[in-house]
């Protein structure tokens, strides 16, 4: 695709703003919710049922997460697919995080569809369940299911984490050497914590015995 230098940083510009604010933020509230699993059934469905009692919540779904979930993979393409992607680094202090941006940005829009069905548009969720921490449990149940979602975990974590630290580039922040080293560093620590954190949270629907950062009693 051939955008002029002006459209395509603009683009850019769009899709870290969609990605860090509304889905970056979704994403933590999500992990903070999944996090529950950590304390237990009882928990983690009580803090489902509170999402649930949200008013208009199929609105503000729609507008704070959806749309700027669909914006941000539309603009992602756009900008993938321009004439300037190929020699763009701008923002990305290591050379590997851009890569990683792109793959497991790709990965994402798979595991985001998955996830979904097998959460909100379940069959059991269809027909009336409501203990999600069970419906959870029995799907991680099984290897294969687990190590996709395990995937899904940690792309999101490196998505994110390569992402925030992007947006220096486009935004015209300039680090400098220092700067860029920390930026790095910073943004392999967040993804980090963010897989450990909901990696844990998967392993807890299935035993407590494998929380191993379930908080002592």
Known sequence: MTVSDSTYRTL????????????????????LTNGQAIEGPGAFNGAVARIWRIPHLPLLETLAIVLPLLAHIGI???????????????????????PAQRATGLFLVVYV???VWSTRLSPARLGGATDLFLIMAKQLAQPGWMMFQMMGVIAAAV???SG????????????????????????????IAISLVGVNALLAFLHPSLRWLAPSR
Do not use: N, Y
């Open 12 to 31: 850019k510009r769009l899709q870290l703003a969609t990605g860090v604010v509304p889905i970056g933020l979704f994403l933590l509230l999500h992990l």
């Open 113 to 115: 569809v998955f996830h």
């Open 159 to 161: 998505h994110f984490g």
């Open 76 to 98: 992602g393409l756009a900008v993938a697919t321009a004439g300037q992607a190929a020699e763009d680094t701008r923002g990305f202090p290591a050379p590997w995080m851009q």
């Open 164 to 191: 925030l630290v992007a947006c220096a580039g486009p935004w015209g922040l300039a680090l400098g050497t220092r700067g860029t080293r920390v930026a790095s560093r910073a943004g392999v620590a967040l993804a």
